[in-house]
């Protein structure tokens, strides 16, 4: 009887470590609801808060300031973050270059991150001037400016209102090399709210695998983190913020802009990305000739005088992330120009 009870009681353990450690087990502690500032998210290094009072409300942007590994190099790169994700999933970049003796600072932009997420009017104009201030609180100088996605719409913005700061602007992927106005359908804020709102956790999911030409496993974490967004009983407000920047995307086009800069300037194009923001509402004889990032970015190579434009083959929306070493490389080798 004793040894029957010890038997059961084994395969009652077996069982409970395998159920543990089952898919079913790790989908439900993916969803559990995440806070929309991701407190109990672990960023890879230290997260300090810069106050900001906007349109009179007491707000915090979040960031990290990595001081350089080794020799210091005595220059700043200043990494954005694209529109559907944050700071830390710069994580391999910011080691990369610090390991090269550059300290790297990464803003979580309003709205975004573990930053406050306000109703306020969002324009890439007011998130470059926040972006300044922080910068001349670290003393910060000269900076070298990388920008993904809707960070280079943001960074683009950032060099041509600060030239005299920008020593190297890096556009990684960015979204608006072409002006959305013409070929997306118009949306009020409340269409953006309601559609996101509403989005099914099977819609987020292939969303974000759309980034990407060749998904991998690890890339599911930042699915995760949307997903669990939305079960966070304050979801509403951060679908609100998502909503008027992507208003801010579609209604603040910079393509018009880039023969102004002058900045040194290094475009890294995942050739293929098809991304445009507003896809879903393209009608469908445009779809073939709109995100064709290959095109665009030669175009907007041509735009920029004396730019470097390097085409990574069978690389999507996020080279940093399906690129890295490729991605690392073309980086250091422009910044020690």
């Known amino acids: 009887m004793c040894k029957?009870?010890?038997?059961?009681?084994?395969?009652?353990?077996?069982?409970?470590?395998?159920?543990?450690?089952?898919?079913?087990?790790?989908?439900?502690?993916e969803l559990k609801p995440l806070s929309i500032t991701m407190e109990g998210?672990?960023?890879?290094?230290?997260?300090?808060?810069?106050?900001?009072?906007?349109?009179?409300?007491?707000?915090?942007?979040?960031?990290?300031?990595?001081?350089p590994e080794g020799k210091d190099r005595g220059r700043v790169v200043l990494l954005l973050h694209g529109k559907n994700f944050f700071g830390a999933y710069w994580k391999e970049t910011i080691r990369f270059l610090a390991k090269n003796g550059y300290r790297v600072v990464i803003p979580d932009q309003l709205g975004f991150?573990?930053?406050?997420?306000?109703?306020?009017?969002?324009?890439?104009?007011?998130?470059?001037?926040?972006?300044?201030?922080?910068?001349?609180?670290?003393g910060v100088k000269e900076v070298a400016v990388v920008g993904h996605s809707m960070g280079g719409m943001l960074a683009t913005r950032f060099a041509l209102m600060y030239p005299e700061m920008v020593s190297h602007l890096i556009l990684e992927?960015?979204?608006?090399l072409e002006d959305y106005r013409p070929i997306v359908p118009y949306a009020s804020v409340e269409q953006l709210y309601q559609a996101e709102l509403n989005a099914s956790e099977e819609g987020i999911r292939n969303y974000y695998k759309s980034y990407f030409a060749n998904w991998k496993p690890e890339y599911e974490e930042y699915a995760n983190v949307a997903v669990r967004w939305k079960a966070s009983g304050e979801y509403p407000r951060l679908v609100?913020?998502?909503?008027?920047?992507?208003?801010?995307?579609?209604?603040?086009?910079?393509?018009?802009?880039?023969?102004?800069?002058?900045?040194?300037?290094?475009?890294?194009?995942?050739?293929?990305?098809r991304t445009v923001a507003g896809k879903a509402r393209?009608?469908?004889d445009l779809l073939a000739s709109?995100?064709?990032?290959?095109?665009?970015?030669?175009?907007t190579a041509k735009l920029i005088s004396g730019s470097t434009l390097v085409e990574l083959p069978n690389v999507g929306h996020i080279p940093h992330l399906e690129a890295t070493e490729r991605f690392h490389e073309a980086l250091l080798s422009f910044l020690n120009r």
């Open 173 to 176: 992927n960015p979204v608006g």
């Open 4 to 29: 029957h009870r010890i038997a059961s009681t084994i395969n009652i353990f077996i069982f409970t470590v395998m159920l543990l450690l089952s898919p079913w087990a790790v989908k439900a502690e």
């Open 41 to 67: 998210y672990d960023y890879p290094y230290q997260v300090e808060f810069f106050p900001l009072t906007i349109e009179g409300q007491d707000l915090r942007m979040a960031y990290m300031n990595v001081p």
């Open 290 to 299: 709109v995100g064709q990032y290959p095109e665009l970015g030669r175009r």
């Open 240 to 273: 609100l913020s998502s909503a008027l920047t992507y208003q801010m995307i579609y209604e603040q086009p910079v393509c018009y802009e880039f023969a102004n800069i002058k900045a040194r300037t290094l475009l890294v194009i995942g050739q293929a990305d």
């Open 282 to 284: 393209v009608k469908k």
């Open 113 to 138: 991150g573990k930053s406050s997420k306000p109703n306020i009017h969002y324009s890439f104009h007011l998130l470059a001037s926040n972006t300044k201030k922080l910068l001349d609180v670290l």
